[in-house]
């Protein structure tokens, strides 16, 4: 047998035939041949079946916009305030019934409700127009101004909600938006 090994060991190469002649001197000669073939299958099939897990899927996320508030009007206005969460508002305005005719303007202004700083001018039109800006700010209580001549305006203020869906005990997914709010839950003793 051990002839056998030796053998096979000369025509797989002088590597191979070291690491055999040592293993069959420390093994006694017993089945090293196959013993070198079946121990690196081994390790390769329980490298595969015990690995890594494989990775997670990506959740998919989404945005919802919860609506904050709408206005109207004709000239210089100022709204309540109102909680940015987020701080991702968008802003979709429009105004018409300019008269006299190229005489309109219109501007929003973004300002903090606690300081009453001007954070940020996104809007700065003349003549009617229709538009929708997307404004970035830390999250804090805001208002708007208007400053507007000659026009008649209206606009709306969105925050964007992040998230991801969740699936209900029916096995729907849902968005954020569709689960009710802790606090709007009414129960009955």
């Avoid at 190469?13 to 690196?40: D, F, M």
């Avoid at 009007?73 to 105004?95: I, K």
């Avoid at 305006?153 to 969740?166: D, I, R």
Wanted: glycine share 10%; net charge negative.
């Amino acid at each position: 047998m051990a002839e056998h090994s030796a053998n096979q060991a000369e025509a797989q190469g002088p590597l191979s035939s070291t690491i055999l002649e040592v293993s069959n001197w420390l093994l006694g000669g017993r089945w090293v041949a196959k013993r070198a073939v079946v121990v690196p299958v081994a390790a390769a099939l329980l490298t595969g079946v015990c690995g890594a897990p494989p990775p997670k899927p990506v959740q998919k996320e989404v945005v919802i916009w919860k609506h904050l508030g709408e206005w109207s009007g004709r000239g210089n206005a100022q709204t309540e305030s109102f909680l940015g969460l987020t701080g991702a508002l968008r802003e979709h305005w429009r105004t018409e019934n300019e008269l006299p005719k190229g005489a309109g303007t219109f501007r929003l202004i973004l300002q903090s409700a606690i300081s009453g700083r001007t954070l940020q001018e996104p809007v700065d039109e003349k003549g009617p127009g229709e538009g929708t800006v997307y404004v970035a700010e830390d999250p804090r209580v805001f208002y708007l101004s208007v400053e507007s001549a000659n026009l008649d305006w209206s606009f709306t203020v969105e925050e964007a909600l992040f998230g991801s869906p969740s699936e209900n005990s029916k096995g729907r997914t849902e968005s954020p938006a569709s689960q009710p709010n802790q606090a709007q839950v009414q129960t009955s003793s």
